[in-house]
């Protein structure tokens, strides 16, 4: 199996940044891991409306079918490290080849995207910056791995 993050634009802040390499760099111990970045709409600052449609459509241009699609959303479902864990595992047995993990940008992104979701995943009730949660979500699948492995990480 295999892991991909869709990110819109790049991580600016470089605390950030630096966290997010450090966990896709371990991450990549315990599984192949790629992160992708879709270049955030030429719209961005003047409509956000065709913002979200344009990186919306590019980011399901990269999607195959048989991929399994996680949706980071507020309205999705609430899972705990160690259920989030239990999800992974349970993919990665049934012979799954990919999972991407999408994340919108500062706008979010449509429904389609939604729609396409196979988990629409809630990390919280608070609203975090599209950037922010690249490197909670980064730690939370790499805290996965670990529990997976029985590894002192995760207490």
């Known amino acids: 199996m295999k892991i991909e993050f869709f990110f819109i634009g ?14 896709l760099k371990r991450l990549k111990h315990y599984i192949p891991v790629t992160e992708i970045i879709i270049e955030p709409s030429r719209f961005s600052k003047t409509d956000a409306r065709k913002a979200i449609r344009d990186e919306s459509e590019r980011m399901l241009k990269k999607v195959k079918p048989a991929d399994l699609v996680v949706v980071l959303d507020e309205r999705g479902k609430s ?21 991407i993990f999408i994340t919108g940008g ?39 791995m670990t529990i997976l492995k029985n590894e002192k990480y995760h207490h």
């Open 79 to 99: 899972m705990g490290s160690e259920e989030l864990a239990a999800w992974l595992e349970k993919h990665q047995q049934s012979g799954i080849q990919k999972i």
């Open 10 to 23: 790049k991580t600016t802040e470089p605390f950030l940044k630096s966290g997010v390499d450090e966990y």
């Open 106 to 144: 500062a706008y979010g992104f449509s429904d389609e995207v939604r729609q396409r979701a196979n988990l629409l995943l809630s990390f919280s009730k608070f609203t975090f910056t599209h950037q922010m949660i690249r490197l909670l979500l980064a730690e939370q699948v790499y805290r996965a």
